[in-house]
């Protein structure tokens, strides 16, 4: 595996954002980490992919040795955190001083001050612990606002506009496309609850992903007839930025679409 500024000399230095991340450095990090494939930049040169042709084989991203130290980084914050405040603020259960219980996309883990498990009593895979601790060490959040927003609309989310279309509602509506009832089932599945916020669209869902972050689809379905595609916008609370930073609410995004549809 070739290192990041292996690759990214080899790429097009456009930073097109077509591979879903904002610069082609970013993009050559995630490569090397095989947290990406580089079949995703659709600008390589003939000359680029002949010299990567080793690094072209789509393979299965992996969250590994990245999301692993920042893992280990994370640890000694959690461990400082006053867990009786600290699950009063984000909607936790206070198991006893050192543990606590939450529910995170559906699913309950308990978080203890060196590890988290989950209801099998295993360490989740790295990434899940990091959302999870990132969560929890956000300082001071305030009480939700009630008023969703658009990814657009949430402070510094410019650089990662194109991730959240791309891999997040482009995903999902491409999945579910012409398939109303599929995606009903998938959100029931999912625990979200039917909304009866007024709109043009087709289905509309609210779920908690944590119990204070809560978020609403809203599916447009496909009007072939008018060459309309299907479109889908996951709204965000106004203060989703005090429960979450940026770059793990594209991740926690991404995790959601892929367990819609069924690819992770």
Not at 53 to 75: M, N, W
């Amino acid at each position: 595996m070739k290192t990041a500024v292996d690759i990214y000399k080899l790429l097009p230095k456009t930073n097109c954002g077509s591979c879903g991340m904002p610069t082609c450095f970013g993009f050559a990090a995630k490569v090397a980490s095989s947290m990406a494939s580089l079949s995703a930049c659709s600008n390589l040169s003939d000359d680029a992919k002949t010299a990567l042709a080793g690094e072209l084989e789509d393979k299965e991203p992996s969250r590994g040795t990245v999301y692993e130290q920042a893992l280990i980084s994370l640890r000694p914050k959690i461990a400082a955190l006053d867990f009786a405040r600290t699950a009063a603020t984000f909607g936790a259960d206070l198991i006893d001083t050192d543990t606590m219980e939450l529910t995170f996309l559906g699913d309950k883990y308990r978080i203890a001050r060196e590890h988290i498990f989950d209801k099998s009593g295993k360490e989740p895979v790295p990434f899940i612990s990091i959302l999870i601790y990132n969560h929890l060490s956000m300082p001071n959040p305030p009480a939700l606002a009630g008023e969703w927003i658009t990814f657009s609309s949430v402070p510094a989310s410019h650089a990662k506009d194109k991730a959240w279309a791309s891999h997040v509602e482009e995903v999902i509506a491409r999945h579910f496309t012409e398939n109303i009832e599929g995606l009903k089932q998938a959100c029931e599945r999912m625990g979200g609850v039917m909304s009866d916020i007024k709109g043009s669209h087709d289905a509309a869902y609210e779920f908690r992903f944590f119990p204070r972050y809560p978020v609403l689809l809203q599916f447009y379905d496909a009007v072939p007839a008018e060459d309309f595609p299907a479109q889908c916008k996951l709204l965000l609370d106004k203060t989703v930025d005090k429960y979450l930073d940026i770059e793990s609410i594209v991740v926690l995004g991404e995790e959601f679409a892929g367990r819609m549809t069924g690819k992770v």
